[in-house]
C-alpha cells in the first residue's frame, strides 16, 4: 500500500471545472427564482456533506435536509444528528429513494417550510406550482430522490459520482416542480471529510489509492461498529495489530498474487464496494 498521508493529500484540493460552473449557477440563477431547497444528505456521513459553500448562497430560502440512504446507515446516530439539527432550527426528514413511502413526508415537510407562501396564495385563490432546487454534493442520491418523488424515472440517476451535469426542471406533480443540479464540492476541505466523502462515493475511486482507503475504512468502522466486523470475520478484541484483520480479508477473499503477496488495491476496492451495499451493516460514519 502507499504511504498513508501521501494519498491524503491528493483529495484535499479537489474542485472541477464544471463543479464551479455549476456552483456559479446556482448562485446566479437558480436560488432566485426557487421557493424551497432540499438539500440532499447521505444517512452515513451527513456533516461531511454539507457543502460550506451552498450555505453560503441559500439566501435565506426555506430549507428541508433529506438524510438520504437511511436504508444503509445507523438509525440510532441519524436520529441523534437530526435534534442536533433541529436545535438550529433546521428541519430534517430521513429517506431511501429506493422506498417510495418516503414520498409523502417528504412533500409534507416542504409544505411545511412554504407554510406562509401556500397559505398567501390561497388568500389570494392562486393555485402556484412551488419550484424546489435539489442541492447536495455528488452521489448523495438527488436524481434518485426526484425519480422517487415523481413516481417514474425522470432523470439519470447513477451510484457513481459527478453524473449529473445539467440542471432539469421536473415537475412531479401539481404542487411541485423539482430542479436537479450537479452535485458540487467545495475547494477545500480536511482529511476527516475528504476521507468520509470517499467512502461513501461522494468522490471519485479514482483520485485514491483504493489499497489505503479500504484499510483506512476498516479502521473506522471497527472503531465505531467493531462487532459489525468481529461477526463478519469471527475476530475477537485480542488481536495486536488492525493490519491482521485486514490481511485477512484479503486472503478470505483470495486477492493474492504472485509469490504469495497480498493485491491490496482490490482487496481495498472490494471492501469499498461491500460497505457501500451496506453488507457491514447499518454504519454512520460521524
Same mark, same amino acid.
Given at each position: 500500500m502507499k504511504n498513508t498521508e501521501e494519498s491524503k493529500k491528493n483529495v484535499i484540493n479537489w474542485f472541477p471545472g464544471h463543479m464551479?460552473?455549476?456552483?456559479?449557477? +446556482?448562485?446566479?440563477?437558480k436560488i432566485k427564482i426557487a421557493d424551497a431547497i432540499l438539500y440532499v444528505l447521505d444517512s452515513r456521513a451527513? +456533516? %461531511?456533506? $454539507?457543502?460550506?459553500? +451552498?450555505?453560503?448562497?441559500?439566501?435565506?430560502?426555506?430549507? !428541508?435536509?433529506v438524510f438520504n440512504k437511511i436504508d444503509l446507515a445507523d438509525e440510532n446516530r441519524v436520529s441523534q444528528i437530526q435534534a442536533e439539527f433541529a436545535k438550529e432550527k433546521k428541519v430534517t426528514i430521513v429517506s431511501s429513494a429506493k422506498d417510495i413511502s418516503y414520498r409523502y413526508e417528504i412533500k409534507n415537510a416542504l409544505r411545511? !417550510? $412554504?407554510?406562509?407562501? &401556500?397559505?398567501?396564495?390561497?388568500?389570494?385563490?392562486v393555485k402556484a406550482t412551488y419550484k424546489i432546487l435539489v442541492l447536495g454534493v455528488p452521489n448523495t442520491g438527488k436524481s434518485a430522490l426526484i425519480n422517487m418523488l415523481s413516481g417514474e424515472r425522470k432523470v439519470k440517476a447513477s451510484n457513481i459520482a459527478g453524473v449529473t451535469r445539467f440542471n432539469q426542471w421536473i415537475k412531479i406533480d401539481d404542487d411541485f416542480m423539482l430542479c436537479d443540479t450537479p452535485g458540487v464540492l467545495w475547494p477545500k476541505f480536511? /482529511? +476527516?471529510? %475528504?476521507?468520509?466523502?470517499?467512502? &461513501?462515493?461522494?468522490? %471519485?475511486?479514482?483520485?485514491? /489509492?483504493?489499497?489505503d482507503l479500504g484499510y483506512e475504512l476498516m479502521q473506522t468502522i471497527?472503531?465505531?461498529?467493531?462487532?459489525?466486523?468481529?461477526?463478519?470475520?469471527? !475476530? /475477537?478484541?485480542?488481536?495486536? !495489530?488492525?493490519l491482521e484483520l485486514y490481511d485477512r480479508f484479503c486472503i478470505k477473499r483470495?486477492?493474492?498474487?504472485?509469490?504469495?503477496? &497480498? /493485491?491490496?488495491?482490490?482487496?481495498?476496492?472490494?471492501?469499498?464496494?461491500?460497505?457501500?451495499?451496506?453488507?457491514?451493516?447499518? &454504519?454512520?460514519?460521524?
Open positions: 464551479k460552473n455549476a456552483l456559479e449557477d +446556482i448562485e446566479d440563477n451527513p +456533516i %461531511s456533506c $454539507l457543502n460550506p459553500n +451552498i450555505t453560503k448562497i441559500t439566501h435565506g430560502k426555506p430549507i !428541508v435536509y411545511r !417550510v $412554504l407554510q406562509d407562501k &401556500i397559505e398567501k396564495n390561497n388568500r389570494k385563490k480536511d /482529511d +476527516i471529510i %475528504s476521507r468520509n466523502l470517499a467512502y &461513501i462515493g461522494c468522490l %471519485s475511486d479514482k483520485e485514491f /489509492d483504493l489499497g471497527f472503531e465505531k461498529y467493531p462487532n459489525n466486523l468481529k461477526e463478519k470475520f469471527d !475476530v /475477537d478484541y485480542r488481536f495486536d !495489530v488492525f483470495g486477492y493474492i498474487m504472485r509469490k504469495n503477496e &497480498i /493485491d491490496y488495491a482490490r482487496a481495498g476496492k472490494s471492501f469499498i464496494d461491500d460497505f457501500r451495499a451496506g453488507k457491514f451493516g447499518k &454504519i454512520t460514519l460521524e
